[in-house]
């Protein structure tokens, strides 16, 4: 999408992004990719499933297998809360939950204030990091979804789903 930014004469994309958090760390993915986010839901744990998935939910008929993604990202566990959430997305034609421990606001911000991660962005394994939203007061790191769930991964959730 590009509109323009008033005041520029050329055009400016401007990037729509689910804002989440996950411990301190703010974290944003593309709105194009969310179908819904929910408060957290019951867990059906699913025997032989892989390390990475969290359990499965039952969403309008649909068996969605659930993420942490603290776990993911390499980040400690931490216990749900009433601000925990799980974002749906749609991946590479799959449907998959993410846990995250809060859901913090929908936001546009221009393409031209993000660059490329450091090497070692807030503990996270950069290979997920699409770029770094500088912003007024804090950052904001854009994950790529399509780079979170490798090939190997898609089968086994396949396989719980």
Same mark, same amino acid.
């Not at 390390?51 to 008929?61: A, C, S």
């Given at each position: ?9 050329? =055009?400016?994309?401007? !990037?729509? @992004?689910? =804002? ?6 703010? /974290?944003?993915?593309?709105? @194009? ?18 390390? /990475? ?6 969403? +309008?008929? +649909?068996?969605?297998?659930?993420? &942490? ?15 925990? +959430?799980?974002?749906?997305? *749609? ?6 939950? /993410? ?8 936001? +546009? ?5 993000? *660059? ?11 290979? /997920?990091?699409? =770029?770094?939203?500088?912003?007024? &007061?804090?950052? !904001? ?8 769930? =490798?090939?190997?991964?898609? *089968? ?6």
């Amino acid at each position: 999408m590009t509109e323009k930014v008033e005041g520029k004469s050329e =055009s400016t994309e401007i !990037l729509q @992004l689910v =804002s989440f958090l996950i411990g301190n760390e703010e /974290f944003g993915v593309d709105i @194009l990719y969310v179908q819904e986010i929910n408060r957290m839901l019951p867990l059906t744990k699913v025997p032989n499933s892989p390390d /990475f998935v969290e359990g499965v939910v039952n969403l +309008r008929g +649909r068996v969605i297998p659930v993420i &942490d993604l603290r776990s993911k990202l390499g980040m400690p566990k931490k216990a749900h809360d009433k601000n925990t +959430r799980i974002i749906v997305v *749609e991946v590479n034609s799959n449907t998959i939950g /993410f846990i995250v421990d809060a859901v913090s606001e929908v936001i +546009r911000i221009p393409a031209n204030i993000t *660059e490329a991660p450091p090497e070692l962005a807030a503990g996270v394994d950069t290979e /997920f990091i699409k =770029s770094v939203g500088k912003l007024e &007061d804090r950052l !904001l790191i854009l994950i790529d979804l399509e780079k979170m769930i =490798s090939a190997k991964e898609e *089968e086994d959730l396949k396989a719980v789903a």
